[in-house]
């Protein structure tokens, strides 16, 4: 892994080392100031460039939160390395329109990279937040599905059957409102399938009772919001 990261730092090291060679032994040291600015907003495109993993927000949504952060920062850095050669090559004397140029440059490039920031944080915490909505259908249901799978009586399986299609097309947009009685669902699911492995039909019957009366008062909740 080590060995990995080294041969990564070496070749995003590689323009860098190219880059100054060529300036230096093309340009030397003694050069105006509207020079050094190109020089300066070369080295900072690049370094913008090699960031942008930092910036990309993790999750299993990488890759599209990551791509327009790319495309944005590579093209940031060919025009200011294609405009700092430019102004290299003029070497003038004056360095207020190479400035200005250059300003102007990081500007649109702050403003795209910083939306796309924002926009990518937006979306999620949306994502994450549907999920999260998500997590009690598909927990209970996924529960209660294995515990199907092990029930043969065939009233116990009906009951059981019951609270199943209940939670399953419940309302899949949840609030802080009734996160209680989504984790007492929950909780009820587990003191069933400790109930199961006791085979007490009784217990069973009256847990299941209660998971669908959380549920019920889980689903009225959520309607007397909307």
Not at 124 to 133: G, Q
Request: net charge positive; aromatic share 14%; with cysteine.
């Amino acid at each position: 892994m080590e060995k990995l990261k080294f041969f990564w730092y070496l070749l995003n090291s590689i323009f860098l080392i190219v880059f100054n060679i060529y300036f230096f032994l093309l340009k030397g040291t003694e050069q105006p100031t509207s020079v050094w600015i190109s020089y300066a907003s070369i080295h900072l495109a690049y370094l913008m460039f090699l960031l942008t993993p930092l910036f990309v927000r993790k999750g299993s949504y990488s890759a599209d939160y990551g791509h327009p952060l790319f495309v944005i920062t590579t093209i940031y850095f060919f025009l200011a390395l294609a405009i700092g050669v430019f102004f290299m090559i003029l070497s003038s004397k004056t360095y207020t329109v190479v400035l200005l140029v250059q300003i102007t440059i990081v500007a649109i490039f702050a403003v795209l990279f910083l939306a796309n920031l924002i926009a990518n944080k937006h979306t999620a915490d949306n994502i994450e937040k549907h999920e999260e909505e998500l997590k009690y259908v598909k927990e209970s249901t996924s529960r209660l599905d294995g515990l199907l799978k092990r029930i043969s009586d065939k009233a116990t399986r009906k009951k059981v059957e019951t609270a199943y299609d209940l939670i399953h097309s419940s309302q899949v947009k949840s609030s802080y409102k009734v996160k209680l009685f989504e984790q007492d669902v929950i909780y009820e699911i587990g003191k069933l399938e400790n109930a199961l492995t006791q085979t007490n039909i009784e217990t069973i019957q009256l847990i299941v009772d209660k998971i669908c009366n959380l549920a019920n008062e889980r689903n009225r909740q959520l309607k007397l919001m909307n």
